[in-house]
């Protein structure tokens, strides 16, 4: 996950896990996750492989292709960008879909190995090689996604307690009152970093 419980917890001054527990701000870190995807990141459907940075296409023997976009991000929200994060296809000669191997070689410049599943190159015959993946702006780091989706998360859990949900009310009431003077600060927030980094100025504090 691209936030912890307990760092949302510290963002919104609760001190232990009464009001919701790791379990309940899990779910809504998944959801704030998908809010900085959908916002920052580009999605590529069956785009067709670049050339090798060699120039080198599928010809039977180069296993080696690059994306038009780059870099590859991380889109299961694991910090880690390998193969789960990219698919990749291609159409025989019949024109029937084929299902194919996949290495991220290097993600900050989009390079990647497609092969057959059996490991062997793709054919020369072959009629396309597609992959689906992500990219985003080369300016965000692995702080970035998780101090935004830190955030949101912090913003949503804000609106569930102000809400009066049911969880256990107790620990919040001595942070009521803080909450209500300014209950749209970490959403105010998340968009002033948001806005910093579409615009190419990086900061790493929350």
């Given at each position: ?5 307990q ?23 998944r ?27 599928w ?56 092969t ?31 101090n ?45 970093l ?13």
């Amino acid at each position: 996950m691209w936030a912890l419980p307990q760092k949302v917890r510290d963002v919104v001054g609760i001190d232990t896990d009464a009001i919701c527990t790791d379990r309940q701000l899990e779910e809504v870190i998944r959801i704030a996750q998908e809010k900085v995807k959908e916002e920052l990141f580009t999605y590529h459907y069956r785009e067709t492989v670049e050339n090798s940075r060699a120039g080198k296409t599928w010809d039977g023997s180069n296993t080696t292709f690059n994306t038009a976009d780059y870099p590859i991000m991380d889109s299961n929200y694991d910090f880690t960008v390998d193969s789960n994060d990219v698919n990749a296809e291609w159409i025989d000669s019949n024109y029937n879909p084929q299902v194919a191997k996949v290495t991220v070689s290097n993600a900050t410049y989009g390079i990647l190995t497609i092969t057959q599943t059996d490991s062997s190159a793709i054919p020369s015959n072959a009629n396309d090689v597609t992959i689906t993946y992500y990219s985003c702006n080369r300016n965000i780091s692995r702080q970035h996604l998780e101090n935004l989706t830190t955030l949101w998360a912090a913003h949503l859990l804000n609106g569930m307690m102000d809400a009066g949900t049911s969880i256990s009310m107790a620990d919040f009431q001595k942070n009521r009152m803080l909450i209500l003077q300014n209950p749209s600060q970490w959403k105010d927030k998340y968009y002033e970093l948001l806005s910093q980094l579409q615009s190419g100025k990086a900061i790493r504090g929350v």
